[in-house]
């Protein structure tokens, strides 16, 4: 498809779209996704041929509500019950034994499926309406930064997907929390839009699974993603930083709360005016795409605290600096 896609709020159409194996870019809370129906491996295969994903790195089914998980799940343990019924809908990935009717593209051949109910009433609606479980990766090249606005689907996928389902700016603006419960234990995968803590709160002792990559024969092979093209170095302070360093002349400053007065404001962004990590969370992923394209040579950023979200936006800075030919 070539003709640039619409952005638009008519859940007529795309409903209809995805009932006919096309791909439509929906809102949800984290981030936008390219969704395709998770039944169709035609459309399967078009989501990670757009995305330029490899096929060993499974996709997120998306289903309107909790009843839906027995239809795709072989198995729904107590402790996944009540995550579900405490964070659904909501940032909230849930690793699941599979049943078969998942076909092996959306679990990259994996014996489970992850299932998440997302907390947008347009894709609410929308799951509601076409009645189809929608895979969704979020809607970026592979790699690169995360979209948090229909503007960003349309700059970079734009020409290659049908509709764009416009709700607005994510309220999180990280992907959400990924828990496992494939294996013998509960383990936080991936970082997300919902802080440990709150998992804690349902399942105190719950382990941390982070870097793992998925592709088990390339452990760490994922390290770098949510990159911008500009290289961006990570500090854990910023004022001891710029002391001892001496930087490019085009040097962007990515600041959690504080700006750095003898800078440029021009050349400083801050994640969060009210200090907070929500805030923060919320704003990371546009202000990296808006500093990636304002010509900097180099981006500087300021490592978030280590409470609430501020281990999540960490991990993405952290995976965003990560240099190719380091080791
Ligand atoms: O917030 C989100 O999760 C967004 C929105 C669109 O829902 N989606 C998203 O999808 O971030 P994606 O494809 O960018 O990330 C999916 C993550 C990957 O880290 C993938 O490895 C993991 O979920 N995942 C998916 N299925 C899995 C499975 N069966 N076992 C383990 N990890 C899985
Ligand atoms: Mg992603």
Same mark, same amino acid.
């Given at each position: 498809m070539s003709a640039p896609a619409i952005i638009g709020t008519d859940l007529n159409l795309a409903a209809a779209l995805l009932e006919a194996g096309k791909l439509v870019a929906i809102p949800t809370e984290t981030v936008y996704g390219l969704a395709g129906?998770?039944?169709d491996t035609a459309a399967l295969a078009q989501i990670f041929l757009v995305k330029g994903r490899p096929h060993f790195d499974p996709l997120i089914v998306h289903i309107p509500d909790v009843h839906s998980v027995e239809l795709y799940a072989s198995a729904f343990p107590e402790q996944a019950r009540a995550l579900a019924a405490k964070f659904w809908p909501g940032p909230l990935t849930l690793v699941l034994p599979r049943? /078969? $009717? $998942? !076909?092996?593209l959306v679990c990259a051949g994996g014996p489970s499926v992850a299932l998440r109910v997302p907390n947008h009433p347009l894709t609410l609606e929308l799951l509601r309406k076409s009645g189809l479980p929608l895979a969704a990766p979020?809607? /970026? !090249?592979?790699g690169y930064i995360s979209p948090t606005r229909p503007e960003h689907v349309a700059a970079q996928l734009g020409n290659r997907i049908s509709y764009i389902l416009d709700g607005g700016p994510c309220d999180i603006g990280l992907e959400s929390t990924v828990v496992s419960f494939a294996g013998p234990k509960p383990e936080i995968l991936r970082l997300g839009g919902l802080a440990p803590e709150r998992i804690r709160e349902v399942i105190p002792d719950i382990s941390m699974s982070l870097r793992q990559s998925s592709n088990p024969i390339a452990p760490g092979q994922l390290d770098k993603h949510y990159a911008p093209k500009t290289k961006l170095v990570l500090t854990g302070n910023i004022r001891q930083y710029l002391s001892q360093h001496k930087l490019p002349q085009q040097t962007a400053l990515l600041l959690?709360?504080?700006?750095? !007065?003898?800078? !440029?404001?021009?050349a400083q962004m801050i994640l969060s005016p009210q200090g907070t990590t929500a805030e923060a969370a919320q704003h990371l992923f546009a202000c990296m795409r808006a500093l990636d394209q304002a010509g900097f040579a180099l981006i500087l950023a300021e490592q978030a605290p280590e409470t609430g979200l501020g281990p999540a936006i960490n991990d993405r800075l952290l995976r965003a600096s990560f240099q190719e030919t380091s080791t």
């Open positions: 129906n998770a039944l049943k /078969n $009717i $998942i !076909p092996d979020s809607a /970026n !090249p592979f959690f709360h504080h700006g750095v !007065p003898e800078w !440029p404001s021009d």
